[in-house]
């Protein structure tokens, strides 16, 4: 297992070197993104503003409040709590988030499906994973944010963050088809069917 540094926006070649079990801490922008944005972004045909190319997403409604702008914060907003939340709903947009915005890193809890890990096999992306409940050390990650489009969808605008050090965060699905989830369910098949049979039912 290798750490890795990735300042924002990375390169193919940069996500083809992760594996699962490793660790990875993101340096500079982040982009915020959840179920409304993306089904705005996909299915309503609107296009943001912000170039994602070689960028990563996290699933994300921040809990924010209104600021006057200023030079230290042109959005007019601050971050109160940015957590994760459950990526599953959002599979069928993994593909389209890479294929036409160019996005190369996920953050999410709980993990995607086969249609994203062939996704990131095929086009060079990554699944981050954080645990539930660690959003107050999240919001500490984040520095400011920076910009807001989509912004008649708040809270699930998207998002563009500030961060310094935002990790580390563990590879849990990669581009050469590993996933610590198709892992941990076959061990949980495994141990079922070793159960069941030292009972004796077939």
Not at 150 to 161: V, Y
Request: with cysteine.
């Amino acid at each position: 297992m290798t750490h890795h540094v990735l300042p924002m926006p990375c390169t193919e070649a940069q996500i083809r070197a992760l594996r699962i079990g490793d660790t990875v801490t993101l340096q500079d922008t982040l982009f915020g993104i959840r179920d409304a944005t993306l089904i705005h972004m996909f299915d309503h045909g609107r296009r943001t503003r912000f170039d994602l190319n070689g960028h990563a997403v996290i699933h994300t409604a921040p809990n924010v409040r209104k600021v006057d702008k200023r030079s230290t914060n042109d959005s007019g907003y601050e971050a109160i709590c940015v957590g994760t939340t459950t990526s599953d709903r959002m599979e069928r947009f993994t593909r389209p988030l890479m294929e036409r915005e160019g996005v190369r890193i996920i953050i999410g809890k709980g993990g995607l499906r086969q249609g994203s890990l062939d996704a990131f096999a095929e086009l060079g992306g990554v699944y981050l994973a954080i645990i539930g409940g660690t959003a107050a050390l999240e919001t500490t990650w984040i520095q400011a944010i920076e910009d807001v489009d989509l912004d008649d969808l708040n809270p699930e605008s998207l998002w563009r963050f500030r961060i310094r050090d935002f990790g580390p965060l563990l590879v849990a699905m990669d581009s050469h088809g590993g996933s610590l989830y198709a892992d941990v369910q076959q061990k949980v098949q495994d141990r079922r069917a070793a159960a069941l049979a030292k009972l004796g039912v077939a």
